[in-house]
Antibody, heavy 121, light 111 residues
Framework: QVTLEESGPVLVKPTETLTLTCTIS??????????VTWIRQPPGKALEWLAH???????SYNTSLKTRLSISKDTSKRQVVLSLTNVDPVDTATYYC?????????????WGQGTMVTVSA | QSLLTQPPSMSAAPGQNITISCSGS????????VSWYQQLPKTAPKLLIF???KRPSGIPDRFSGSKSGPSATLGITGLQSGDEAAYYC????????????FGGGTKLTVL
């Protein structure tokens, strides 16, 4: 059973860079072959896909946020890191990481519990 | 404004059967598989349906999915109080977004 856990700051100031970490644990012999996605949800609003990192380290980004996003992974630590630059209050949201069953089908089968991030001065 | 349109809310009594619609276009649902998620209050979303109509292990067969052209439907039979949640459809969009997109969500109330 794979588990994912997000961690990062609770509060970030406008224009700063938000860095979030997704730590993957549990039985997962093929971590190196896992695809991991980041998704966010502003309070009371819908889900928004942000970025995905493939097993071969290839990356895919939400086109509207592409210039501000960066995703990477550290296989030895079993972590996937998401960075979002120049944050604004509209970036206030719960951020989730999820294991990807199929990116083309938007199928994410295991999710972390999410981490709430507030952007405010 | 989401590329996938869902009714914002629905309500039904326990035991009833319901369907939740998700309307897209030829560039998303029309050519790609659809997934459905259930989000109970204050919890992370859970995958209910993938590849239009497949259920992950542990999801009861009260939940079903179907797709026709640019639209998809989630069906729930024998509604239970524990089904009160928000439901989201999702798929890949090949035009504007070029990536996974989610519907706006449907808040289901079990009366």
């Amino acid at each position: 059973q794979v588990t994912l856990e997000e961690s990062g700051p609770v509060l970030v100031k406008p224009t700063e860079t938000l860095t979030l970490t997704c730590t993957i644990s549990g039985f997962s012999p093929n971590f190196a072959r896992m695809g991991v996605t980041w998704i966010r949800q502003p309070p009371g609003k819908a889900l928004e896909w942000l970025a995905h990192i493939f097993s071969n380290d290839e990356k895919s980004y939400n086109t509207s946020l592409k210039t501000r996003l960066s995703i990477s992974k550290d296989t030895s630590k079993r972590q996937v890191v998401l960075s979002l630059t120049n944050v604004d209050p509209v970036d206030t949201a719960t951020y989730y990481c999820a294991q990807t069953l199929s990116l083309n089908a938007a199928a994410f089968d295991t999710w972390g519990q999410g981490t709430m991030v507030t952007v405010s001065a | 404004q989401s590329l996938l349109t869902q009714p914002p809310s629905m309500s039904a009594a326990p035991g009833q059967n319901i369907t939740i619609s998700c309307s897209g276009s030829r560039s998303n649902i029309g050519i790609n598989h659809v997934s459905w998620y259930q989000q109970l209050p204050k919890t992370a979303p859970k995958l209910l349906i993938f590849d239009n109509n497949k259920r992950p292990s542990g999801i009861p067969d009260r939940f079903s999915g179907s797709k026709s052209g640019p639209s998809a439907t989630l069906g729930i039979t024998g509604l239970q109080s524990g089904d009160e949640a928000a439901y989201y459809c999702a798929t890949w969009d090949s035009s504007l977004s070029v990536g996974p997109v989610f519907g706006g969500g449907t808040k289901l109330t079990v009366l």
